[in-house]
C-alpha cells in the first residue's frame, strides 16, 4: 500500500498554481529582531499534507497519503483502488497536474497479521541481516521493536504496527521506502501519475519480495544446549548481525555460500522457514490489496 510520499514539482504552471492557491495558508520566517520577512521559503499545510515554497522555482509536497484520504492513522491496509483515487482527489484539490511532478520519496508496505504463535516480536529480534548490513534498532515506549536497514537508493523497516497503534493485535509492519531518483527509474516510475498504474504497483511489490529473498533470519527460542557441535559452532559465528556484517564485508564469497545452509538448517533445528513465512504473508497481503 501507498502511505507516505514526498513529490517535487517545477512546471512553472503548477508552482503558480500551488503558489496562489485559496485553501494554503503559506507561513514564512520573520525576524524578532528586524521584523524582516524571509519569504523565500515559505512553509503551508492543507489537510495534512506539508508544502515546502523554495522561491518561485520549486515546490515540495509530502504527507501521508492514507491519512489524508481517511484521516485516519494506516493501521489497516490501503487498496491499491482507493490509493489511485486518494492520488486523483489530491491531484484535483490542488489543482496541479501529477505527470509533470517528479517522486522523490515513496513508502510502500503491508500491514501482516501474524500467526498467533509467533509474535510481532520474536519475528523482529529473528531479523538479522539484509545483504550483510547491520540494522538499526528502536523500541517503543510499549515494548514494540523496530528494525531498519539503511541504504542509498531506498530503507527497509520491519516494526510492531500494534505497539505503534497501542492496541493489543498481532501486526508487523513491513516497510520499503524509496528515496532516490534512481531507485524509482528502475522501477519505471518517472512521474507521479506512473502510480496510476497497475504495473507500477505490481513493480513495487516485486520489491518486497527481492527484499526477502536477501534477509537472513534467526530463530531466538532455539535451545543451544541441545544442538550438536558443529551446529553450535555455526549459530555462534552467524547468530548475530555483526558475524554476517563481517563476512560480506572480507569474503563476499564466503558470504553467498554460508547464507543457504544457514537458511536450511536454522529452518531444520526450529521447525520454522522464516522466508517462506513472510513471502507466503507478503503474498496473502498483497492479494487482498486488489
Given amino acids: ?35 524582516l520577512v524571509y519569504d523565500q521559503y515559505l512553509n503551508a499545510k492543507y489537510k495534512g499534507i506539508r508544502f515546502q515554497y523554495n522561491d518561485d522555482k520549486e515546490i515540495f509536497v509530502r504527507g501521508n497519503l492514507y491519512k489524508y484520504y481517511t484521516g485516519l492513522k494506516n493501521f489497516n491496509n490501503f487498496k491499491v483502488s482507493d490509493a489511485i483515487e486518494a492520488l486523483k ?25 501474524l500467526p498467533s504463535d509467533i509474535s510481532v516480536n520474536r519475528f523482529i529480534e529473528n531479523v538479522l541481516t539484509y545483504k550483510g548490513r547491520i540494522p538499526d534498532y528502536k523500541q517503543y515506549p510499549g515494548g514494540g521493536l523496530m528494525r531498519t536497514f539503511d541504504l542509498t ?20 509492519r513491513m516497510e520499503l521506502v524509496g528515496r532516490r531518483k534512481t531507485f524509482f527509474k528502475r522501477i519505471d516510475i518517472k512521474s507521479v ?22 534477509i537472513i533470519f534467526y530463530d531466538n ?9 558443529k551446529d553450535m559452532q555455526l549459530i555462534a559465528d552467524f547468530n548475530r548481525p555483526l558475524g554476517w556484517h563481517n563476512l560480506m564485508k572480507f569474503n563476499p564469497e564466503l558470504y553467498r555460500k554460508k547464507k543457504p545452509q544457514f537458511r536450511k538448517r536454522i529452518t531444520e533445528i526450529s521447525g520454522i ?18
Fill in 153 to 172: 537508493e531506498f530503507f527497509i523497516k520491519f516494526y510492531d504496527k500494534s505497539a505503534q497503534a497501542k492496541n493489543l493485535s498481532n501486526v508487523l
Fill in 1 to 35: 500500500m501507498i502511505d507516505g510520499f514526498k513529490f517535487k514539482f517545477t512546471e512553472h504552471s503548477d508552482v503558480r498554481t500551488l503558489f496562489r492557491h485559496p485553501l494554503i495558508d503559506k507561513k514564512a520566517f520573520v525576524s524578532v529582531d528586524t521584523g
Fill in 273 to 290: 522457514n522464516w522466508n517462506e513465512c513472510l513471502k507466503e504473508m507478503i503474498t496473502i497481503h498483497s492479494s487482498q490489496l486488489f
Fill in 193 to 214: 501519475s506512473d502510480l496510476y498504474k497497475t504495473s507500477s504497483v505490481l513493480r513495487l511489490q516485486e520489491e518486497l519480495m527481492k527484499i526477502n529473498s536477501h
Fill in 221 to 229: 527460542e532455539i535451545e543451544t544446549g541441545t544442538l550438536l557441535r
Fill in 89 to 113: 482527489q489530491l491531484e484535483c484539490d490542488l489543482g496541479v497536474d501529477f505527470s509533470k511532478a517528479e517522486v522523490m520519496r515513496l513508502e510502500w508496505g503491508l500491514n501482516i497479521d
